[in-house]
């Protein structure tokens, strides 16, 4: 009853669209991030202004209406042969692995490959060049691991909605 093929492709549309949605937000300031970064980059960067709080608000209320939007969407056009019941157990799973395909993504080729392996000029918050944060593995690996948390959190909901509105 698992669409697997259903996860990795929806999960591959809110991987490209919010990826380009979080590339397109450091590219224009670096700074929008500033909270997700090492503690080292932090502490060497003051808080953001009225303004950028802001402009990042345009990235990120989009950011999270696909992150709700696209499992929601995909869960709720999920068949079941037979008499068209599907259970919440996997409408959850279904919607954790939508997610899931973008926090990988996220993880192994924004995080990992784009900002702690190659570190492009426009991801380096200006006057912390060279902050060892930049290439800080683990502390990714750790917002992961606590994201994940909340993931499961996120799917359990939205596969309530599903199966209320199913």
């Known amino acids: 009853m698992l669409d697997l093929g259903r996860i990795l492709l929806h999960g591959a549309v809110l991987s490209a669209i919010g990826s380009l949605l979080i590339m397109s937000a450091v590219y224009l300031n670096p700074r929008f991030v500033r909270k997700d970064l090492p503690r080292d980059i932090q502490d060497a960067t003051p808080p953001l202004t009225r303004k950028e709080r802001l402009q990042a608000s345009a990235f990120a209320i989009p950011f999270f209406a696909l992150c709700i939007g696209i499992p929601l969407v995909s869960a ?22 939508v997610i899931l395909v973008f926090n990988l993504v996220d993880l192994f080729i924004l995080d990992w490959l784009i900002y702690c392996r190659i570190t492009p000029r426009f991801v380096v918050i200006p006057g912390t060049e060279g902050f060892a944060g930049y290439k800080d593995f683990g502390h990714q690996f750790r917002a992961h691991i606590r994201g994940t948390i909340l993931m499961v959190v996120l799917s359990f909901l939205l596969a309530g909605i599903v199966a209320l509105l199913r």
């Open 76 to 97: 709720l056009t999920l068949q079941s042969p037979g008499n068209g019941h599907v259970p919440f157990f996997t409408l959850f799973i279904h919607i954790f692995g």
